[in-house]
């Protein structure tokens, strides 16, 4: 029997976007392993997403685009996030496709 990688299909082909509500990370840094290109832990022990030129965006709720190539890398951060904390959204009308309030 073959395992079969599991391939992202919700939001393909549309723009999305990506934030973490630090107030329930917990630090283990699951996702910086996952998805390094998009996301960081910081010196306060907390991850952030990183804007495309590699800088840490630290306002709260900020938001960075994802990349085709890592979607599922960032999808599989969502899904393992022990916070609950990671929300990917499509950037047309914002609605969440992957994360704690995906429908
Ligand atoms: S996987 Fe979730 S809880 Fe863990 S560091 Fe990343 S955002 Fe925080």
Redesign the pocket.
Known sequence: MTVQHEVPTEGAGEALEVW?DQD?????????QYAPEV?E?DIDG??YVKSADDELLQEPGATTPVPLPLLTDVVD?AK????D??HVRRVSDRVEVYGPDAG
């Not at 329930?24 to 910086?32: S, Y």
């Not at 393992?80 to 916070?83: A, D, N, Q, R, S």
């Open positions: 973490i329930l990370c917990t630090g283990d840094g699951i996702c910086a996301f832990l907390l991850a951060s393992e996030c022990p916070g904390c990671i």
